[in-house]
């Protein structure tokens, strides 16, 4: 079945610093993959629709120029978390659509923690 | 926008019972309905779906039943186990391209 690999699964990082998070597909390609963060205990809350080619599409409250998103190709996507700060600590995780269906492949996620 | 209602927020059985989970959704035009087990620490894994043409659907000890009329889907598992317990989301879409919108989650724990 389809396969979405996400890294690193885990990162610390000090506040103000960047950090990037890779989502591939590995055996499909995904036009449209899908960032979503996740707190503690809580449901995940879709950021942002990545498109391949085009700009990525974000949804309110989520600031495009924080969480920069890049769809370069049809197998990975990448989220950069610009100047973390604390209140950035989270679980991120991205989902790709499988283009023969409306499955969302889930990634195993990344935990973010900013000190 | 589409809303996902999700019931109950916690849940707790003996292992051996069945346990039943339940979305509604507001959007008529949603038609696909995955659920989703999250085990800690760990991304969400697809468990199964249902489409809207279709009023039930059963994989082993898991079923899925969807009532368009009411706007409601539920998941069933039966013969409980131990490792059944973690979160439980359900989620609706429409077509294309449209995202997922998940339910706020549901709590299993199976008591052996």
């Known amino acids: 079945g389809a396969v979405v690999s996400q890294h690193p699964s885990w990162v610390i990082c000090k506040s103000g610093t960047s950090v990037k998070i890779e989502c591939r597909s590995l055996d499909f390609q995904a036009t449209t993959m899908f960032w979503y963060r996740q707190f503690p205990k809580q449901s995940l809350m879709l950021m942002a629709t990545?498109?391949?080619?085009?700009?990525?599409?974000?949804e309110q409250g989520v600031e495009k120029d924080k969480f920069l998103i890049n769809h370069a190709s049809l197998t990975l996507s990448t989220l950069t978390v610009t100047s973390a700060h604390p209140e950035d600590s989270s679980f991120y995780i991205c989902?790709?659509?499988?283009?023969?269906?409306?499955?969302?492949?889930f990634g195993s996620g990344t935990r973010l923690t900013v000190v | 926008g589409e809303n996902v209602e999700q019931h109950p927020s916690t849940l707790s059985v003996q292992e051996g019972d069945s346990a039943v989970i339940k979305c509604t959704y507001s959007d008529s035009a949603s038609n696909y309905f995955p659920w989703y087990k999250q085990e800690l620490g760990k991304g969400p894994q697809l468990i199964i779906d249902?489409?809207?043409?279709?009023g039930e659907k059963k994989d082993q000890r898991i079923a899925v039943t969807l009532n368009k009329t009411a706007k409601h889907f539920s998941l069933h598992i039966t013969e409980t186990q131990p490792e059944d317990s973690a979160v439980y989301f359900c989620?609706?879409?429409?077509?294309?391209?449209?995202?997922?919108?998940f339910g706020k989650g549901t709590r299993l724990s199976v008591i052996a």
């Open positions: 249902i489409r809207s043409n279709v």
């Open positions: 989902s790709a659509r499988d283009p023969a269906g409306m499955e969302g492949t």
């Open positions: 990545s498109n391949e080619g085009s700009k990525a599409t974000y």
């Open positions: 989620a609706a879409s429409g077509s294309g391209n449209t995202p997922l919108v």
